[in-house]
């Protein structure tokens, strides 16, 4: 499950890629192909390729280990990218291989899907001052720092202008840069506005110095944070800016003293050419890209027009990594439970044999930082076969809390309330849930909503928050994995309803 501020980033920077295929599901018009069996039953021998067998197959013992192990702290909390959530990635590829599962992504089991990751390479890292033919080197992270918000390789030697606070009206009276950096004392309140301001006024670069009387914190208390972000590097969502980041180094007062003394006064004036040339060289590790998977497995339908709907169950892998103290952010609940409920699935799946439609399962990765992983298959959605999706259950968090609640969305009152909802509210009971409550408030807060995006009607079942969600202490000794076995049940059945015919608009 995202946090709020994730979601919102997410949603504001989504265009919605729309491949619409509205269709039966959508006016929860799906038929059922028979009657379920009665929960509790003894199930001693259950008959081989049945629902029964498929829910027989579902174990709380599998999703205890299951979890135990990808919510460990040698995975470190699984964030993106890291080189554990792909350590959890192959884990997920062997099983489904094992189990008989076909790749369901172009290239294989993994769906890749490119970040932009900006990394600072430290050593190749430099800035100096020339005055006179004469070079001075200036010390990273002790004269000059970067910020981690507008790293950009670059290398530009120039001349160095005043530009006092580089206000619009101080700029206007500097005049045209020409290619130079603009020197600018940081009263702590500029964001891009002031990069767009400089560009304008034909500078090619800036470097910052804290004014005296400057908000918010000094450049000393900012700078460890920043520089452990430099080090460590930090993903986005690529950006579909185009225009690059102005090179700009912010300078320590000894550094800014140095500077300003081939002014030969420390209080130079509007417009004033510093004696020298400045050069700043910024260089990144790797190409500023990371590749993230998504974990797809095919479990092809056996009618030859129905395999062509496939039914897609989803849940994401991901977490939030480690606490800036070294906790692990285990994520035993977010999302242990969905991830090692979709194991069982696979499981119930390999059990049950080929039903008439395709079945595809996605394990998602990026969700925590924004619905990243979702957004990208969104964005180039791809099925084997060119199968078309008709379905999407998501399953997020469904671990804790009661034995016998679980919320679903969208609901009655919800504008994308479909087919698939009335379905597991019917069948809900039937697992021990006498009555799903609302996650309407959840809608856009996992991956289902970029399915939704799709036009495919989704339904997402979570379980609610508790009080370690997001914490370090969403532990596996507190999860239910019986109640999670019976959750994974209920999908089942509800893959087991949706056999019947075409859901697809006939044309
Ligand atoms: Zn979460």
């Given at each position: 499950?995202?946090?709020?501020?994730?979601?919102?980033?997410?949603?504001?920077?989504?265009?919605?890629?729309?491949?619409?295929?509205?269709?039966a599901?959508?006016?929860?018009?799906?038929?059922?192909?028979?009657?379920?069996?009665?929960?509790?039953?003894?199930?001693?021998?259950?008959?081989?390729?049945?629902?029964?067998?498929?829910?027989?197959?579902?174990?709380?013992?599998?999703?205890?280990?299951?979890?135990?192990?990808?919510?460990?702290?040698?995975?470190?909390?699984r964030?993106?990218?890291?080189?554990?959530?792909?350590?959890?990635?192959?884990?997920?590829r062997?099983r489904?291989?094992r189990?008989g599962?076909?790749p369901?992504?172009?290239?294989?089991?993994?769906?890749q899907?490119?970040?932009?990751?900006?990394q600072?390479?430290?050593?190749?890292?430099?800035?100096?001052?020339?005055?006179?033919?004469?070079?001075?080197?200036?010390?990273?992270?002790?004269?000059?720092?970067?910020?981690?918000?507008?790293?950009?390789?670059?290398?530009?030697?120039?001349?160095?202008?005043?530009?006092?606070?580089?206000?619009?009206?101080?700029?206007?009276?500097v005049?045209?840069?020409?290619?130079?950096?603009?020197l600018?004392?940081?009263?702590?309140?500029?964001g891009?506005?002031?990069?767009?301001?400089?560009?304008?006024?034909?500078?090619?670069?800036?470097?910052?110095?804290r004014?005296?009387?400057?908000?918010?914190?000094?450049?000393?208390?900012?700078?460890?944070?920043?520089?452990?972000?430099?080090?460590?590097?930090?993903?986005?969502?690529?950006?579909?800016?185009?225009?690059?980041?102005?090179?700009?180094?912010?300078?320590?007062?000894?550094?800014a003293?140095?500077?300003?003394?081939?002014?030969?006064s420390?209080?130079?004036?509007?417009?004033d050419?510093?004696?020298?040339?400045?050069?700043?060289?910024?260089?990144?590790q790797?190409?500023?890209?990371?590749?993230?998977?998504?974990?797809?497995?095919?479990?092809?339908?056996?009618?030859?027009?129905?395999?062509?709907?496939?039914?897609?169950?989803?849940a994401?892998?991901?977490?939030?990594?480690?606490?800036?103290?070294?906790?692990?952010?285990?994520?035993a609940?977010?999302?242990?439970?969905?991830?090692?409920?979709?194991?069982?699935?696979a499981e119930?799946?390999?059990?049950?044999?080929?039903?008439?439609?395709?079945?595809?399962?996605?394990?998602?990765?990026?969700?925590?930082?924004?619905?990243?992983?979702?957004?990208?298959?969104?964005?180039?959605?791809?099925?084997?076969?060119g199968?078309k999706?008709?379905?999407?259950?998501?399953?997020?968090?469904i671990?804790?809390?009661?034995?016998?609640?679980?919320?679903?969305?969208?609901?009655?009152?919800?504008d994308?309330?479909?087919?698939l909802?009335?379905?597991?509210?019917r069948?809900?009971?039937?697992?021990?849930?006498?009555?799903?409550?609302?996650?309407?408030?959840?809608?856009?807060?996992?991956?289902?909503?970029?399915?939704?995006?799709?036009?495919?009607?989704?339904?997402?079942?979570?379980?609610?928050?508790?009080?370690?969600?997001?914490r370090?202490?969403?532990?596996p000794?507190?999860?239910?994995?019986?109640?999670i076995?019976?959750?994974?049940?209920?999908?089942?059945?509800?893959?087991?309803?949706?056999?019947?015919?075409s859901?697809?608009?006939q044309?």
């Amino acid at each position: 499950m995202a946090s709020m501020n994730q979601w919102i980033a997410a949603t504001l920077l989504i265009g919605a890629a729309a491949t619409a295929s509205a269709h039966a599901l959508g006016g929860g018009a799906a038929r059922s192909t028979g009657d379920a069996a009665a929960v509790g039953a003894p199930l001693a021998a259950p008959a081989p390729r049945s629902l029964e067998a498929a829910l027989a197959a579902v174990s709380p013992d599998h999703i205890r280990n299951d979890i135990d192990y990808l919510a460990s702290d040698e995975l470190a909390g699984r964030d993106t990218p890291s080189r554990e959530q792909r350590i959890a990635a192959r884990f997920l590829r062997h099983r489904v291989q094992r189990l008989g599962f076909a790749p369901g992504a172009k290239d294989g089991y993994f769906f890749q899907y490119p970040l932009d990751f900006k990394q600072l390479d430290e050593a190749k890292t430099k800035a100096w001052i020339d005055t006179d033919g004469e070079r001075t080197e200036l010390a990273f992270a002790k004269e000059f720092f970067l910020s981690p918000r507008s790293l950009a390789a670059t290398r530009l030697e120039a001349g160095v202008v005043f530009c006092g606070t580089g206000s619009k009206e101080e700029l206007a009276k500097v005049g045209p840069l020409n290619g130079r950096y603009a020197l600018v004392m940081d009263k702590g309140d500029f964001g891009r506005r002031l990069d767009n301001a400089l560009r304008e006024a034909g500078a090619a670069g800036s470097l910052m110095t804290r004014a005296s009387d400057a908000r918010g914190p000094a450049y000393e208390e900012i700078f460890p944070q920043q520089l452990e972000s430099l080090r460590r590097g930090s993903p986005a969502w690529p950006s579909a800016e185009t225009t690059p980041a102005l090179p700009r180094a912010y300078l320590t007062k000894e550094c800014a003293a140095k500077l300003l003394a081939s002014f030969g006064s420390s209080d130079p004036a509007l417009g004033d050419e510093l004696d020298c040339k400045f050069g700043l060289e910024v260089a990144l590790q790797g190409d500023g890209k990371v590749w993230c998977e998504n974990v797809c497995a095919f479990w092809p339908g056996s009618d030859p027009v129905l395999a062509q709907e496939t039914i897609i169950v989803s849940a994401h892998y991901d977490h939030l990594g480690i606490a800036g103290d070294g906790r692990v952010f285990n994520g035993a609940d977010d999302n242990g439970s969905g991830t090692c409920g979709l194991l069982a699935l696979a499981e119930a799946l390999a059990a049950r044999g080929p039903l008439s439609r395709s079945v595809v399962l996605i394990w998602v990765s990026g969700e925590e930082k924004g619905l990243w992983g979702s957004q990208a298959w969104a964005a180039n959605p791809w099925l084997p076969n060119g199968a078309k999706a008709v379905a999407d259950i998501n399953i997020d968090m469904i671990g804790r809390n009661k034995p016998d609640s679980l919320l679903i969305t969208p609901t009655k009152s919800h504008d994308a309330y479909n087919g698939l909802v009335k379905i597991a509210d019917r069948l809900a009971p039937q697992e021990g849930f006498p009555k799903l409550g609302s996650a309407d408030d959840y809608w856009s807060r996992s991956d289902h909503a970029m399915f939704a995006r799709l036009g495919i009607p989704v339904t997402f079942l979570f379980a609610d928050l508790h009080e370690d969600y997001h914490r370090v202490t969403d532990d596996p000794e507190k999860i239910d994995c019986d109640k999670i076995a019976r959750v994974v049940r209920l999908v089942m059945r509800m893959i087991e309803e949706l056999q019947g015919p075409s859901l697809l608009p006939q044309s």
